[in-house]
């Protein structure tokens, strides 16, 4: 076997195999000898089939196979051993010239290669990056105490409608007249927020309502360019609610007002456990002990985010083999429309020179993870997924074992290991560069984030 290898531009690689006979003769016979073992054929005892009837009849296909197999462990051979750095998989070139398998051997195959453009993305102590620090102060504290008085909050029944109380009532759709419609829409005990109708003369006929009272409106004119809200109030389909021009009468029957618990030893003990937290001032000092790892994450977040960027603009254009990588794309996307790597071209080749910039930056910084960091990121993970729901005191066992149901799943799984590499990486870089530190709050980091 004779494998040559070029690369135009450093980025278009082109792969020649050539392929002897002997590369794969023996395979081949190996595989007949088998089939004919394991062969049935009437008129011959078992194994005892000509071997001229056994190659006329899977001769071609096995030697195809051969071949294929070949070509295929002396190609990623090849690419390892002479450490090309390859984008996605070998293609076929277009040069190919068409292989008669049944013709004498040589047989020769070409693939074309996209090879990663050479670049160095080196960070040393003489690179300054950002790094934003958020303040913990009162005003976010407030916040977080009030998230937690919100969600520990209850719906009250009261007499009088406010603005964000919570109706329930009987609907009923109405004549020219204003009289019930006979066998018309009637839903009983609809739940309706007037504060949330955009028309202001519709939801003005709401203001100062009381328990029982009955209220005449146009659910049309009250929700103009919403149709699923309609839907979902009088329980019909969209193509009724297209049409429906009617007036409605609701009854009131029920009126209820959130409120929000109080900030006292229950709130405290709903939190945090039963008298974990004494006071309000531990309680305040717990959230802030809470937030700091959760903010060191978000400005840790921000800091990678700035590193790809200092890095992109260090590194500057690269050359890629932009038609060989799109042939990949469209092959990887074969149910997409015809003008999806157009549109996503770009877009994926940001992310493939971060990747490969990352890979750099990992290798330089001898950055490994092992299973017990897995673990532990996918913990955090499943931590802060509890914490979205209120549940801040999920118990160790819990959250390793939805860390492992987690791990089971090759998606996640694979999200989880990058993950806990940015984390490494990130503590790793924050001790390489000089780092420009700056204190924010977090509104003014989330308008960073923003931009």
Known sequence: MNISFEAKEKVNGLMTIVVEESDFQADVE???????RRANVPGFRPGMAPMSMIKRQYGA??????????VGQELYKYIQENKIQMLGEPLPSAQQEPVDIEG?????????????????????????????????????INRQVDMYASRAGRYEKVETFEGN??????????????????GGITVEAAIMMPEYIKVDDQKKLFEGAKLGDIITFNPKKAYPENLGELTSLLKISREQAETLTSD??????????????????????????????????????????????????????????????????????LTYPDEILKRIMKQNNKDKADDYVEKNYEGSIRELTWHLMKEQLVAANEIKIDDAEIMQAAKGMAATQFAQYGMNNVPEEYLENYAKEMLKKDDSRQGIVDRAIDVKLTAALKSVVKLNEKSVSLDEFNKLMAE
């Open 165 to 182: 109380d919570m109706l329930k009532g009987d609907l009923r759709e109405l004549d020219a007249e204003g009289n019930t419609l006979e």
């Open 248 to 317: 409605f009468s609701y009854q009131i029957t029920e009126i209820s007002r959130f409120t929000k618990a109080e900030v006292g030893q229950e709130l405290f003990d709903q939190t945090y456990g039963k008298d974990a937290v004494k006071s309000e001032e531990e309680f305040r000092q717990r959230i802030s002990d809470e937030l700091k790892p959760q903010l060191v994450n978000n400005s840790d977040f921000k800091f990678l985010l700035d590193v790809r960027k200092y890095l992109e603009n260090k590194v500057g254009q």
């Open 61 to 70: 296909s096995i030697k195809m196979d051969a071949i294929n197999k070949v």
């Open 30 to 36: 190996k595989t007949l000898k088998d089939i004919r």
């Open 104 to 140: 004498a051997a040589p047989y020769t195959f070409k693939f074309d290669i996209a090879v990663a453009p050479e670049f160095n993305a080196e960070l040393t102590a003489n690179d300054t990056i950002d790094y934003y620090n958020i303040n913990i102060d009162d005003e976010l």
